[in-house]
């Protein structure tokens, strides 16, 4: 996955495509893309979702019911996931220090290691690490595999 598509005006839905040809894969990367939108705008949930639900998702061939459950669910339990991910992050750290790109990554794939215990550990954090590398480099990348590696243990002991 080497490129990210951002489409905002409904002239540009039908040019988007998947980015990444798988349906999972695709609703994690547009989980973190609407918990930024979430994050940055602070416009409502509702509003979001229903962006994401009618436009993006039905372009790009996502998983719907596998975002909105990421995408909700990192809203409904943002508190708990901060304290969480938090706790699990160097000393010298704090969430507020990240960017949206971080927390809104950090959030969705902190919700998937919590409510979808069916997937595979491996497979989450690979998935969001993936999706890491689309976004940032070598260093930020390793902050985020540790802080997951971290979370993903306490919420799957």
Do not use: C
């Amino acid at each position: 996955m080497s490129t990210v598509i951002e489409n905002n005006s409904a002239a540009d839905t039908d040019k988007e495509v998947s980015v990444t040809g798988n349906p999972k894969t695709e609703a994690r990367l547009m989980a973190v893309q609407a918990l930024y939108q979430y994050l940055l705008t602070k416009e409502g949930q509702e509003d979001i979702l229903r962006q994401f639900v009618s436009r993006h998702i039905p372009a790009r061939k996502g998983d719907s019911k596998l975002f909105e459950i990421l995408f909700k669910n990192s809203i409904s339990e943002q508190e708990r996931y901060i304290e969480l991910l938090q706790a699990n992050m160097a000393e010298n750290w704090r969430w507020d220090r990240l960017g949206y790109v971080e927390q809104a990554l950090l959030l969705a794939a902190t919700s998937e290691l919590d409510v979808r215990q069916d997937t595979p550990l491996k497979v989450v954090l690979n998935e969001f690490i993936t999706i890491a590398h689309s976004y940032f480099e070598q260093p930020e990348v390793a902050f985020i595999n540790g802080v997951l590696d971290k979370a993903a243990k306490a919420l799957r002991a």
